[in-house]
């Protein structure tokens, strides 16, 4: 009990200091970059109502959505660019926080706890964009299989394990699909409430 409310209280604390409040100092990158993630959590979840992975129904599914589906457009606009600001928006997050040394102790760990996020941040792009199932996802799906099989010894399971056989004619494959929309979307999440979690415990995000 005493460990839940602790956690608790560095979730919500009592008092803020006035410094951690400063829109100067943070630009609120860390806020930006988790709305944008409850829009694209938001949206994602309407979309998939209607997506069905697949080397002819990836892309069929796409331009059904933008243009069948009644505001089906908007809401992939709205996830494709929630995607872009997410990614744009936790990469300064990052620079913001090599700048203001933010990553030495006690954050060191914390700091780890980020990169993974912009990894994800960036992996999650990535197979959005694969799942399309246009030729130029393909040929992204393509080069990434490439890349990776040029790991000696696990880079081919990797690749069978990320995406699934992907290739330039079927990049919006079942593996993709659900580590972009299950795996990898848990995974981000609960980085980030330990990450948002560990930023309180830590002293907040004021000058150490």
């Known amino acids: 009990m005493a460990q839940k409310r602790g956690f608790l209280n560095h979730i919500r604390p009592r008092g803020v200091s006035e410094k951690a409040m400063s829109f100067g100092y943070t630009f609120c990158l860390g806020g930006v970059s988790f709305l944008a993630f409850v829009v694209l959590g938001f949206t994602g979840i309407l979309l998939m109502f209607h997506y069905l992975p697949g080397e002819k129904s990836g892309y069929a599914s796409v331009t059904t959505l ?55 941040t960036l992996v999650l792009d990535f197979t959005g964009y694969l799942l399309r199932g246009s030729q130029e996802s393909g040929a992204a799906a ?41 795996a990898l979307p848990f995974l981000a999440l609960w980085l980030q409430m330990f990450h948002f979690w560990k930023i309180r415990k830590d002293g907040g995000v004021r000058p150490l």
């Open 66 to 120: 933008a243009s069948v589906i009644p505001f089906g457009g908007l809401i992939r606009d709205l996830h494709f660019w929630a995607g872009q600001v997410m990614v744009i928006s936790v990469s300064l997050h990052m620079v913001r926080v090599v700048k203001t040394k933010s990553y030495r102790p006690p954050k060191e760990w914390n700091w780890l706890v980020g990169m993974s996020l912009l990894v994800l």
């Open 142 to 182: 393509a080069v990434a299989v490439h890349i990776l099989t040029l790991l000696p010894g696990i880079g081919r399971p990797l690749a069978q394990m990320f995406l699934g056989g992907a290739s330039a004619a079927n990049s919006s494959t079942l593996m993709v699909y659900v580590w972009h929309c299950v």
